[in-house]
């Protein structure tokens, strides 16, 4: 669907660490393993990834798999001095040109991506970003991320296609690969501008050539192709072949460039511009379905694979980020942070200033991460390749094979709760980073987590599961019970490029968290204000071991949140020290996966058993009991069905008026689960999938924020998740 707002990826979180004293000290902000159990979530998605295309098969997906496309319109460019406009009505062609492709591009690229598949399994969601500020391009040739990344930073987009005011003839590819092969650390996504084509309205109207189920657009045609180049990213972190739309169209060239891949695609007999001519359909857009459905033969003739977009391909994310931290210097209470000069490197007692905040960044070619500044976005590097003591600083990304100047192993130390950071250059892996370079000393540092990702959360207190709310009246923030469907009590987070987020009314889009005149002071109030670019509207969570955090703004680095302090104040900043009304866990909503309407088995994954019901032994209070048997038939076959948002009911399949359901609408420990009637209570029989990497699925009811349903005995509510497979019959 096509949206002009954030598009939030919803992933499930880790929140882990320790009780913080007064003072900041990361010795007390540990969080267990979370570098490397993150590491290893995106290695199991690469490894699924790599097996599908081993096995030249794209598989079926119980759920829905969304993959966002930004496409940015910038109506004002300027180039050589003069400057290019678009009108944002209707009667200037081009921007409803533009609309008009948008539409075409996210119809056709959902159904050529599906159509191996024979199901909607992939949904292309496109959001519209307009950028109405002039563009100055100089003398270049085209509009490039770099002029309009600052525009993103409400989206997650996977690939961004510009265009706008200026046509351009010739090339229009921009940056065709993702952020981990690029020279700078700024970007998460590929991105290219492509044109709109005059050739698409003929006096006041846009033709139509034509197209159903392909392109009815020239204009679609070129964004497609230049997709599609982004999407050749996914072999350079695969290190495997992906369609290359260039090369496809050198089969049917008489005299085709020196490194022409002739002969090892199938012949392609139309090109885009015979569109022009009003020949749609054949062979061109064939092409373009193969490659996103994966399904183009490719290769010498006794060596030929199928290659493109499998089903893994579209849900791995490319951006292997892993958070944003503090790193406290071995044996010292000082913090590792960028120098002015944005080339060297130093400590100092933690400030307000995201030069001491560092992005870890996984790059799968040699298994390291990197250690980029989130004042520059540039990585930390051993100078010139050289191991020493004194050869660390900060420096463009390099873009070559060898990353092992520029990329760290971490080591986790769970008796110290800290990292060594070891060095990736051969002959030196026994080396560990200092604050000025390598040595052989076991230099432990403090790393805590800073970050959460974007999306729209919960905030709960971590003593009596108060969650925060906003307050109609006053716009002021207030504590209550928790209720699923109140808007006033979620927050969207939003992470901005200096490693900071905002947080912003999900109830009223335009009210923000803010610190009243940035003053830096005990009682200070926090309410909500209006949008502005001012840091009173910056926060940062700093988490602990046992699954809290605090939320500091960024004037302070030693006063947090708090609600209902000893002075009086409802929300004001306050000294941290450990206060229950200062420590939060931060819940995501709406975390379930999208999943296919259908009939399901439910495998429990500890056991190996299916989930099924006994149609004896009807208990008027409670209903039928959910117990595991061994035997596919219909009593262990359940009804999944959306209700809205992310939420399901799930029904045996013989019993179309009863419900999976959470007796007496109780959110406790040990709850039981059974199958009943329809009741008032919706939220007791509406369940949501919290996907795994591993494609297991954590089932938990609407009504909780901390429960999920476990089978041992019996089936009923446990903060203790587990695992289930869900296999889809129909």
């Not at 290019?84 to 591009?105: E, I, W």
């Not at 500044?373 to 050869?391: H, K, R």
């Not at 996966?593 to 019901?613: A, F, H, M, S, V």
């Not at 009807?618 to 596919?632: C, L, N, Q, R």
Request: net charge neutral.
């Amino acid at each position: 669907m096509i949206k002009k707002f954030l598009s939030i990826l919803l992933v499930m979180i880790s929140l882990i660490s320790t009780l913080l004293p007064t003072k900041i000290s990361a010795e007390t902000i540990n969080q267990g393993d979370v570098i490397n159990s993150k590491v290893a979530k995106i290695q199991t998605a690469l490894a699924i990834a790599q097996n599908e295309y081993d096995s030249q098969a794209s598989r079926a997906s119980e759920r829905v798999i969304k993959y966002n496309v930004a496409f940015v319109c910038c109506t004002k460019i300027k180039k050589n001095g003069t400057i290019y406009t678009m009108n944002k009505n209707d009667s200037d062609l081009n921007y409803k040109l533009f609309k008009a492709t948008v539409a075409d591009f996210e119809r056709v690229v959902e159904y050529y991506a599906n159509s191996a598949l024979n199901s909607s399994v992939i949904d292309i969601v496109t959001d519209i970003v307009y950028v109405d500020d002039i563009i100055d391009i100089g003398s270049n040739s085209r509009v490039m991320a770099s002029n309009i990344s600052s525009y993103l930073t409400a989206y997650d987009p996977r690939c961004v296609l510009i265009t706008g005011a200026l046509d351009f003839d010739g090339g229009i590819t921009d940056e065709r690969v993702f952020n981990v092969n690029r020279n700078d650390g700024k970007y998460n996504y590929g991105s290219g501008y492509f044109d709109l084509a005059s050739y698409d309205y003929n006096g006041g109207t846009l033709r139509n050539w034509g197209g159903t189920k392909n392109p009815y657009l020239l204009s679609t045609y070129f964004a497609i192709h230049e997709f599609i180049h982004m999407l050749q990213g996914y072999g350079d972190i695969l290190n495997i072949k992906m369609p290359n739309p260039d090369s496809a169209y050198e089969q049917i060239q008489s005299n085709p460039p020196a490194n022409s891949e002739k002969g090892l695609y199938p012949q392609y007999t139309k090109s885009q511009s015979n569109i022009t001519t009003g020949e749609v359909g054949g062979e061109l857009p064939e092409f373009y379905k193969q490659a996103l459905s994966a399904t183009v033969s490719y290769g010498e003739l006794n060596n030929k694979k199928n290659i493109g977009m499998y089903t893994s391909f579209w849900e791995l994310d490319l951006n292997f980020n892993l958070g944003s931290f503090y790193m406290q210097a071995p044996n010292s209470y000082n913090y590792f942070k960028s120098k002015t000069d944005n080339e060297n490197v130093e400590t100092a007692l933690l400030g307000n200033s995201n030069m001491y905040v560092w992005k870890l960044r996984y790059c799968p070619s040699n298994q390291g991460i990197y250690i980029l500044n989130s004042s520059n976005y540039l990585p930390l590097e051993i100078e010139n390749g050289y191991v020493s003591n004194d050869c660390l600083r900060v420096f463009s990304l390099y873009t070559g094979t060898d990353k092992s100047a520029q990329t760290y192993k971490f080591i986790y130390n769970s008796e110290q709760e800290k990292y060594l950071i070891a060095c990736l250059k051969q002959g030196y892996t026994n080396y560990y980073m200092s604050t000025t370079g390598f040595t052989t000393n076991s230099n432990m540092w403090g790393i805590s987590q800073v970050s959460t990702d974007n999306g729209t959360y919960v905030i709960r207190n971590a003593s009596n599961n108060q969650v925060l709310s906003r307050e109609d009246s006053n716009n002021s923030i207030y504590t209550t019970a928790y209720n699923p469907d109140s808007n006033n009590q979620k927050w969207i987070i939003k992470n901005l490029p200096n490693g900071y987020f905002t947080i912003q009314s999900a109830a009223n889009n335009d009210l923000y968290w803010d610190v009243c005149n940035f003053y830096d002071a005990n009682n200070t109030n926090v309410g909500l204000f209006g949008k502005s670019d001012a840091r009173a509207q910056n926060w940062i969570a700093k988490y602990n071991s046992n699954g809290t955090c605090y939320l500091l703004p960024y004037c302070s680095t030693t006063r947090a949140y708090t609600y209902n302090n000893l002075s009086g104040n409802y929300s004001a900043l306050y000294d941290m020290g450990g206060k229950s009304n200062q420590l939060w866990i931060l819940d995501k909503v709406d975390k379930g996966e999208t999943i296919i309407d259908g009939e399901y088995y439910i495998k429990n994954n500890i056991n190996g058993r299916y989930l099924c019901y006994s149609d004896t032994g009807y208990d008027s209070d409670t209903g039928y009991a959910i117990t595991t048997t061994t035997t596919k038939n219909y009593l262990s076959t359940w009804t999944i069905k959306k209700v809205d948002g992310k939420y399901y009911t799930i029904q045996p399949k013989n019993r179309s008026l009863y419900y999976w359901d959470v007796c007496n609408a109780a959110d406790s420990e040990g709850t039981a689960v059974n199958i009943y009637t329809a009741t008032g209570y919706a939220k007791a029989q509406n369940w949501c999938f919290i996907k795994n990497t591993d494609g297991t699925y954590c089932i938990m009811p609407k009504l909780s924020l901390s429960k999920y349903v476990n089978y041992v005995t019996n089936f009923k509510l446990s903060s203790v998740m587990q695992n289930y497979t869900l296999e889809k019959i129909s």
